[in-house]
């Protein structure tokens, strides 16, 4: 059992910065593949960037290549989303997720999600 928890949500001025934060308990850490999602108000949860532990790959959706940032710290097991120049259509609920072995998109544990919004 795997426990995550986001934080570093709030609120940003368009074309601001925001670091999000997951720690992750339960696991272990260092070889899970780790990824953000995010579902926009009225909408369904989408993909945002993934850490594969295994190759050290990351992946971005096309709305967040060049803007957003996805790292890791093996040691502190925590995961970090830096978002860059962020949009008013940035403005969503951001999800933590892990999988020990990722099948197609399926994650394995998901944290409670942390609340973005972004004025204009």
């Known amino acids: 059992q795997v426990q995550l928890v986001e934080t570093g949500g709030g609120l940003v001025q368009a074309g601001g910065s925001l670091t999000l934060s997951c720690a992750a308990s339960?696991?272990?850490?260092?070889?899970?593949?780790m990824a953000w999602f995010r579902q926009p108000p009225g909408k369904e949860r989408e993909f945002v960037a993934r850490?594969?532990?295994?190759?050290?790959?990351?992946d971005y959706a096309d709305s967040a290549k060049g803007r957003f940032t996805i790292s890791r710290d093996n040691a502190k097991n925590t995961v970090y989303l830096r978002m860059d120049n962020v949009k008013p259509e940035d403005t969503a609920v951001y999800y933590c997720?892990?999988?020990?072995?990722?099948?197609?998109?399926?994650?394995?544990?998901w944290g409670q999600g942390t609340q973005v919004t972004v004025s204009s």
């Open positions: 997720a892990c999988a020990a072995v990722l099948v197609g998109n399926q994650y394995d544990y």
């Open positions: 850490s594969r532990w295994s190759s050290g790959r990351t």
């Open positions: 339960g696991g272990t850490f260092s070889r899970l593949t």
